[in-house]
């Protein structure tokens, strides 16, 4: 599993030390994104999904255990570069990030235009503020803000131009890979449905590779080219766009995708009893098969990720 | 829906309208936000209705308003027959209607446990005899599935599941066994795969019991396994009712219409699409647009008319009402011809 596609991410581990143990966030998750394309990653809250955004753009607290494996980008493993290399040539250069919450995302006190600027500055993109603004006035005109908001503060915008302005400071650089953590969940209806417009207005012009995490299932199929599920901290099915929304093999990502209730066609909803097991101390086998209908005496083995056909991996016994 | 008798309606809400003094410097008035704006409507026994709107459009002040929490600058609210005005009132009132926040966590109080978050509601409401309360938090906890209710009892809010959580809150919007249950987007924190584990809960209990409940939401698609009824709400006001697979099926209004062409299903053909987006922001409630709400933003706008009169709702079908200009022949049985070419998107169904 080497370097095909622009990212991929191989045996990438990252566990948090805390007091009762290490939580294992993102416990061997192996990925890969071709280039122009999307790749979706869903999971519900604390299956390790926002932790796999941090692993891979090395942005991490403090409380770090672990983290280890492989990322390979355009063929090199940028795990191995020391910190400094990282941050000068990798982040927000090749790999940018929208993070979760926009609101939160932009500086209170800087003028929006300036902040969607500074990465060109910090990176020796431009050597005038003046320079930077021009080229964030072109990315403001590809997100769909308009100009005169550029000297606005995040205050005065609404959230969906908030949203736009942290879309635009992580397309500045034109990197090869954007991460959106969340990109819609905050949004009302209609302005979800604009930023998703606005992301595939930018895959087509643009060519820029997507990695979506999120929770949301109906908004991620707006956009997605492939999907990988994460539960409890691992990648548990990996398939193509068609093949995961209409037929999901695993039986976490059936359960999943029964509980999304639909406006256009009816069908009955169904919810996963119990709940997610602890990432400080998971069962050794496979950690769906204590809420899992399937489950048959295997699952108390920890099943490998099976490759089903040329497009489709699932982490379950029932497709060895 | 046939005219139903007084007996039958458990609340009404007649021309409610709740705006809040904007001031500068501590005491210029500079306006009104006016977040309700002249809503009326009446909910049957044992119905459930959905109010949908985005956010800011004043459904949560609805919801305030009828929990009592807001005083309405006008208009009434009639329960169970029994105008609500004074602190009495309110006091009768608050005990038969529960309220299911959005928040479980934020809304249930860290420092007690389970059985002093159910204990207090009986205790105010003058349940004295501890034997009796502890039994009514038994049966309480039991029809919520937090079982075996004796593990939960000494529980704090942080030892529960985000659906344990609101479980619980559940519980105690229930535990004095109100007629009407307001629930504001009461799954939007949860999970996909415990959400419709809630709203299973919240529907047997609405049915069990014979419940009023008002279901205040941005999400259609679960308002459609919910409740019989929808209300949607843009501006502060109520711009169509109907029957929610009406809704679902023919939407009247341009907004609903919009709101319905926005929400994605899972498929995977959505990728090769762009949706259509109505342009421009919901409206400012502090200096909202002359006339109909929506017409700065709608493709269908009739010059002279959206823009001067505020539309009042015209019938379009059984208990299908909207407020909107297109359809103010359609009273006559006729439907309007002469709406304009629209700017955008496809074409209403009428």
């Known amino acids: 599993m080497a370097a095909n596609g622009v990212l991929s991410a191989e045996d990438l581990r990252l566990y948090f030390r805390t007091n009762k143990g290490p939580v294992q966030a993102v416990d061997g998750v192996t990925l890969s994104l071709r280039r122009g394309r999307t790749l979706v990653v869903v999971g519900e809250s604390g299956c390790g999904k926002t932790s796999l955004a941090r692993a891979i753009l090395r942005l991490l607290p403090r409380n770090v255990e672990t983290y280890a494996g492989h990322l390979w980008l355009n063929g090199t493993d940028i795990m191995a570069l020391p910190e400094e290399r990282f941050r000068r040539e990798i982040r927000w250069v090749r790999l940018a990030l929208v993070p979760q919450g926009a609101m939160n995302a932009l500086n209170p006190v800087i003028r929006v235009g300036d902040q969607v600027a500074e990465p060109l500055l910090v990176h020796g993109r431009a050597t005038s503020l003046g320079e930077g603004r021009r080229s964030a006035d072109e990315i403001f005109r590809q997100v769909g803000v308009p100009l005169d908001f550029a000297d606005r503060y995040p205050f005065e915008l609404s959230g969906g131009m908030r949203q736009r302005a942290a879309i635009a400071m992580a397309l500045v650089t034109v990197p090869d890979v954007v991460v959106l953590d969340e990109p819609t969940s905050a949004l009302d209806v209609l302005t979800q449905a604009n930023i998703m417009n606005v992301l595939k207005a930018i895959k087509r012009d643009m060519g820029t590779s997507f990695i979506l995490i999120t929770h949301d299932i109906a908004t991620s199929s707006e956009i997605a080219d492939d999907a990988a599920v994460m539960y409890a901290g691992q990648v548990v099915e990996v398939s193509q766009a068609g093949d995961f929304y209409r037929a999901p093999l695993h039986p976490y990502s059936q359960a999943l995708m029964a509980s999304v209730p639909t406006l256009h066609e009816t069908k009955a909803l169904g919810f996963i009893p119990g709940r997610p097991p602890s990432l400080i101390d998971p069962p050794r086998g496979c950690r769906f098969a204590d809420r899992c209908p399937m489950r048959f005496s295997r699952c108390s083995e920890e099943p490998p990720l099976i490759r089903v056909d040329e497009h489709r991996q699932v982490k379950c016994w029932l497709h060895a | ?350």
């Open chain 2, 1 to 350: 829906m046939s005219p139903a008798g007084a007996d039958d309606i458990l609340l009404s809400v007649r021309g409610l309208h709740t705006w809040f003094e904007l001031r500068r410097l501590g005491f210029v008035r500079v306006g009104f936000v006016r977040a309700v704006d002249d809503v009326s409507f009446d909910l049957r026994r044992g119905e459930a209705v959905a109010v949908v709107g985005e956010s800011g459009c004043g459904k949560s002040t609805l919801a305030k308003t009828i929990l009592g929490l807001h005083l309405p600058t006008q208009g009434e609210i009639i329960f169970d027959g029994r105008p609500v005005h004074g602190a009495a009132d309110l006091r009768w009132y608050r005990a038969r209607v529960g309220y299911v926040q959005q928040d479980p966590y934020g809304a249930l109080p860290p420092f007690m446990s389970v059985q002093r978050i159910l204990d207090e509601p009986l205790l105010i409401n003058g349940v004295v005899h501890p034997a009796e309360r502890l039994r009514r938090i038994q049966r309480i906890l039991d029809e919520v599935r937090l079982t075996p209710v004796e593990d939960f009892l000494p529980r704090y809010p942080h030892m529960l599941s985000g659906g344990q959580q609101q479980r619980l809150v559940v519980a105690r919007a229930m535990i004095l066994e109100p007629k009407l249950i307001l629930a504001d987007e009461p799954v939007s924190m949860l999970d996909a795969s415990v959400r419709v584990e809630i709203l299973h809960l919240l529907r047997g209990l609405q049915a069990k019991h014979n419940l009023s409940l008002i279901y205040i939401t941005h999400d259609l698609s679960t308002a459609r396994y919910f409740c019989e009824r929808a209300f949607v709400m843009y501006g502060g006001k109520i711009i169509e009712r109907a029957p929610i697979e009406d809704l679902l099926q023919a939407p009247r209004h341009p907004y609903t219409q919009a709101l319905l062409a926005a929400i994605p299903d899972p498929d995977p053909a959505n990728a090769a699409r762009l949706r259509d987006v109505p342009p421009g922001e919901p409206p400012s409630l502090l200096h909202p647009p002359a006339g109909c709400r929506y017409h700065p933003r709608c493709p269908f706008v009739i010059k002279g008319v959206c823009d001067v009169d505020v539309p009042p709702d015209f019938e379009v079908g059984a208990g299908h009402r909207v407020g909107c200009w297109l359809y103010r022949e359609a009273r006559e049985g006729v439907p309007a011809t002469d709406a304009p070419e629209r700017a955008w998107g496809p074409a209403p169904s009428s």
